[in-house]
């Protein structure tokens, strides 16, 4: 299995940026896909996900600025990202857990990881 997230960059706030995770080696559509960042010096935390069933969950941080969705017939899940902060720059990750519910937001729970792809945002 692979998951190979790209589309990061520098951006200023206020700017928008779209990240990709692209899959292989997995039935995708049986996959809930998450997205996660950690920031320097900080903890891994949950961004957004979106179930196999088409439930989508956002972390609060970033409710009505980002959209998370899916491509089944791309293997490719997305999150678009508008009127960035600061605080938003860390590294992406996505992931992906078979069967597996939106709404836990434990990383625990999630079966493959992707390599991250960087978010700078200029102040």
């Known amino acids: 299995v692979q998951l190979q997230a790209s589309g990061g960059g520098l951006v200023q706030t206020g700017g928008s940026l779209k990240l990709s995770c692209a899959a292989s080696?997995?039935?995708?559509?049986?996959?809930?896909m998450g997205w996660y960042r950690q920031a320097p010096g900080k903890e891994r935390e949950f961004v957004a996900a979106?179930?196999?069933?088409?439930?989508?969950n956002y972390a609060d941080s970033v409710k009505g600025r980002f959209t998370i969705s899916r491509d089944n017939t791309k293997n490719t899940v997305y999150l678009q990202m508008n009127n960035l902060k600061p605080e938003d720059a860390a590294v992406y990750y996505c992931?992906?857990?078979?069967?597996?519910?939106?709404?836990?937001?434990?990383?625990?729970?999630?079966?493959?990881w992707g390599q991250g792809t960087e978010v700078t945002v200029s102040s």
């Open positions: 992931a992906a857990d078979q069967w597996g519910s939106a709404y836990p937001v434990n990383s625990d729970q999630y079966d493959y």
């Open positions: 080696g997995l039935t995708f559509k049986t996959y809930t």
């Open positions: 979106f179930s196999w069933g088409n439930n989508t």
